[in-house]
């Protein structure tokens, strides 16, 4: 009778059983080495996803420590906390009758692990370390983790003593294994073996594996967003089951902004999303799945449950839990519904937002009161006022939408306990302090830009001359050595004409950090300001700035971004904004006003002094880091497209790669001290950790210009024969204008594929490409070809437009010898 009454229990139990799991996936604006609230700020989200009624949390990559320790990574202590706080964890009652997961770095054996830990009432259940590393652009997890490579094993992990006596438990599976509830099953990967080739979750899948968990420190570039969104979908797509997504969001303590963008996909679709910019520190997304679904989804896939009936098994963790809700206990949870097309932000909008949001952490954990901006009316220095205004912005919605953690910063930060800013322009007056730096060769066009910009975004504002404090040190310069140099337009010659223009712009720069440590002493406020630069990727890039100015400074939320997205940022902000003097500052020609004046008209562009256009840099910029092109490369891609596009000598094209080159080895030095700046471009020369390259070079490049000019001449013999030829055949149509596909060849890939046998190598040379392509197309941005930002495809034109030379020197002398201020045999 008692078997037969189980039975009956047993029966029942099976038909009041939901299928319907309740997830939640956390997005964190964690701190490197902040144990304290890093634990407060995963308690918070493991309590929103409580009351949320989800039997599992997940959060991101390393949330315990924070991703951006580092070298912190090498000492016991950072270990040791992470133990501290995850025993804090695993007994906090709020964790309780819920599986949760956190990531934190594990040693097991001597040999470090970036882990996945998950834990259920009140015992650690298993410890998933990461098997494939990350160690491209700014990440280098080998410096510090080794991948754990003992596939479908586990080991026995040996808790610390003091870990093992709180929880009574001595020992945890550590390994390659997943987690099986009483009724679905649930694996790990880890942030880069999703993007990885042999993504594990095609192996957990076809072995039976629903859910999918993978906990990121994927960080933000420009126009990317789009790709982790496209990769979890995929991979739910592909192998069927929910697969959760979850990411770091936030400055956590160096130069890269973390992207959000939390998600859970189902079977292919995005049913949850959480966003990519906000200044909140948890967010939680939520969503709820049929695990019937998953089961009917992967049974109509005939082909995979061919594969997964001899798939190879894992080891699974057994937990008496039900991660599906009773009907009875949750009648009213419905499955969450795919969402529509999800709509991305614009690059202008991700510079409006993604930066702002980077300076906001900065300045409320740096513990200083605001941001001094010199500020010269251009473009570079606008933009980063601007961006400044919209952190204001975001802030003073933060507060309204009743964010107590925003409103609690800024009050910190403005050392006023009630205050509540009522709208950004107001706000932007209490935190950024703009001073325009006036010498002799400044404009009245400038100053007044920079005023009434000020005047509408709100800044502090003052304009000050500084001829005096330049007047002052040539004047010792002169004591010293009874002579006074000169600028060009007076008889100077180049090296007196780049000494004057650089001791204004050094000038400037310890005037800054002057009137940054005493603006809020002025004000009667305590603290200190932030010293805010300006210059942007491609003058980096080139080395257009003088060493230890206005370009040094504490941070630049524009070091990451070309020219060329900086001015559609502005013609954004004055819209969206309501800054109508942005269109006057768009239109006006970039200039560092350095030299004198002629009719009180500027004398001086950047692109003369360059010798190269914005838009060329920026074509250069990811030549040499996407495609991985040195001179002689570089030269082949961009001479076959000219030869092809009939718009550009070949010669021309060598004279500007070999300009470039030139002046990037002559200024690279630069690169190793540039201000931290937020990441944003793909082809950014931070020496920091980004572009790992000498600071030395041989400046003439002989080797490599050798084999340019060579090629010229190999081209040169090539277009004689086809010209000859033509006029046999009594035609002038270049044979590879007609008949020939839009796209035979393709490189650096922006939303198409890379061509089949046109496909260039680094190896391939210049005459070869005009032979074998009849268009080239480089991927971005609008007017450079490859995929606009309208989604249209356009062939490349070369953009390699002539510059105007420079008063009695010639274009490629001014270059070198004009405000760059150093050349080989000319200290600086």
């Given at each position: 009778m008692l078997g037969s009454f189980n039975q009956k229990l047993t029966k029942k139990a099976r038909r009041t059983m939901g299928h319907n799991v309740q997830v939640a996936v956390a997005t964190l604006n964690q701190w490197a080495m902040d144990f304290q609230g890093n634990l407060e700020r995963i308690l918070l989200s493991i309590n929103i996803a409580a009351a949320n009624g989800a039997?599992?949390?997940?959060?991101?990559e390393l949330e315990v420590s924070g991703y951006s320790c580092e070298d912190h990574f090498h000492e016991p202590d950072t270990y040791l906390h992470c133990w501290e706080a995850l025993v804090e964890l695993v007994q906090a009652p709020i964790t309780q009758g819920m599986l949760i997961?956190?990531?934190?770095?594990?040693?097991?054996?001597?040999v470090a692990y970036n882990c996945r830990v998950a834990f259920y009432n009140g015992r650690i259940v298993l410890i998933r370390p990461k098997m494939i590393m990350c160690d491209d652009g700014n990440y280098r997890e080998t410096r510090w983790f080794s991948p754990w490579t003992k596939e479908r094993q586990t080991e026995d992990y040996q808790l610390p003593r003091f870990v093992a006596?709180?929880?009574?438990q001595d020992v945890v599976p550590i390994g390659d294994a997943v987690i099986a509830t009483l009724d679905t099953c649930l694996g790990?990967?880890?942030?880069?073996?999703?993007?990885?080739?042999?993504?594990?979750?095609?192996d957990m899948s076809l072995a039976g594996v629903e859910i999918i968990v993978n906990g990121s420190g994927s960080y933000m570039q420009l126009r990317k967003a789009h790709i982790t969104t496209d990769l979890i979908r995929n991979a739910s797509y592909k192998a069927g089951g929910a697969y959760l997504f979850s990411n770091l969001r936030g400055c956590d303590g160096q130069r890269v902004y973390f992207n959000g963008c939390s998600a859970v996909a189902l079977n292919g679709a995005i049913i949850a999303r959480g966003r990519q910019f906000a200044l909140s520190e948890v967010d939680v997304t939520v969503a709820s799945f049929d695990l019937q679904d998953i089961r009917a989804y992967r049974g109509a896939l005939r082909s995979r449950s061919s594969l997964a009936a001899s798939a190879p098994t894992y080891p699974r963790i057994q937990l008496q839990l039900e991660l599906a809700s009773s009907d009875r206990d949750h009648p009213g949870t419905p499955a969450s519904s795919p969402l529509g097309e999800w709509v991305y932000h614009r690059p202008e909008e991700e510079i409006a937002l993604g930066p702002a949001c980077w300076l906001w952490d900065y300045l409320r954990r740096s513990g200083q009161g605001g941001f001094f901006l010199p500020l010269s009316g251009g473009v570079d220095s606008s933009s980063t006022a601007i961006i400044v205004h919209s952190m204001c912005r975001l802030v003073v919605d933060a507060i309204e939408q009743g964010d107590r953690q925003v409103r609690d910063d800024c009050r910190k930060i403005l050392a006023e306990p009630e205050y509540v800013p009522s709208n950004a322009t107001e706000l932007c007056g209490k935190l950024l302090f703009t001073c325009y730096m006036g010498t002799e060769n400044s404009s009245r066009e400038t100053r007044a830009r920079a005023a009434t910009l000020a005047g509408q975004i709100g800044s502090s504002h003052l304009d000050i001359g500084i001829d005096g404090a330049v007047s002052a040190l040539l004047g010792i310069f002169q004591l010293?050595?009874?002579?006074?140099?000169?600028?060009?337009?007076?008889?100077?010659?180049?090296r007196q004409n780049l000494a004057l223009q650089n001791i204004q712009a050094r000038t400037r720069m310890v005037l800054s950090y002057l009137f940054a440590q005493l603006m809020l002493w002025v004000k009667q406020r305590p603290g200190g300001l932030l010293v805010l630069g300006s210059a942007n990727v491609d003058e980096a890039l080139r080395g257009y700035m003088t060493k230890y100015d206005c370009s040094s400074a504490d941070i630049n939320p524009i070091g990451g971004i070309s020219k060329v997205d900086l001015r559609r940022f502005l013609a954004y902000a004055q819209i969206e904004y309501g800054l109508p003097v942005v269109a006057e500052i768009v239109a006006a020609p970039p200039t560092a006003e350095l030299e004198p004046l002629v009719d009180g008209a500027i004398a001086q562009t950047d692109e003369e002094d360059m010798g190269l256009t914005y838009q060329e840099l920026s074509e250069f910029g990811r030549l040499r880091k996407q495609a991985f092109c040195g001179p002689f490369s570089m030269f082949c891609k961009l001479a076959a497209a000219a030869v092809v596009?009939?718009?550009?000598?070949?010669?021309?094209?060598a004279d500007r790669v070999k300009h470039f080159f030139r002046c990037y080895a002559i200024n690279r030095h630069k690169m190793t001290v540039l201000t931290p700046s937020y990441h944003a471009e793909s082809y950014s020369p931070d020496d920091n950790r980004f572009d790992h390259r000498p600071f030395l070079y041989r400046a003439n490049w002989t080797?490599?210009?050798?084999?340019?000019?060579?090629?010229?001449?190999?081209?040169?013999?090539?277009?004689?024969?086809?010209?000859?030829?033509?006029a046999r055949e009594g035609t002038t149509q270049h044979p590879h204008h007609a008949g020939g596909t839009a796209n035979d060849t393709l490189f650096f890939s922006g939303?198409?594929?890379?061509?089949?046998?046109?496909?260039?190598?680094?190896?391939?040379?210049?005459?070869?490409?005009?032979?074998?392509?009849?268009?080239?197309?480089?991927a971005g941005v609008g007017g450079v070809g490859g995929v606009g930002s309208d989604g249209t495809v356009g062939q490349l034109t070369v953009g390699l437009t002539k510059s105007h030379s420079s008063g009695g020197y010639s274009r490629m002398h001014s270059s070198v010898l004009g405000k760059i201020k150093d050349r080989t045999g000319v200290p600086v």
């Open positions: 039997t599992y949390r997940t959060g991101p997961d956190v990531g934190m770095p594990v040693q097991h054996r001597n006596l709180a929880l009574g790990y990967e880890i942030c880069e073996e999703l993007w990885n080739p042999r993504s594990k979750h095609i010293a050595t009874g002579m006074r140099p000169r600028f060009r337009a007076s008889g100077g010659c180049p596009d009939g718009n550009r000598d070949p010669k021309d094209v080797w490599q210009f050798r084999a340019i000019d060579n090629e010229l001449e190999l081209l040169a013999k090539y277009r004689t024969r086809t010209d000859e030829d033509l939303g198409a594929g890379t061509g089949g046998g046109g496909g260039m190598s680094g190896t391939v040379s210049a005459h070869q490409l005009v032979r074998q392509s009849s268009g080239l197309y480089l």
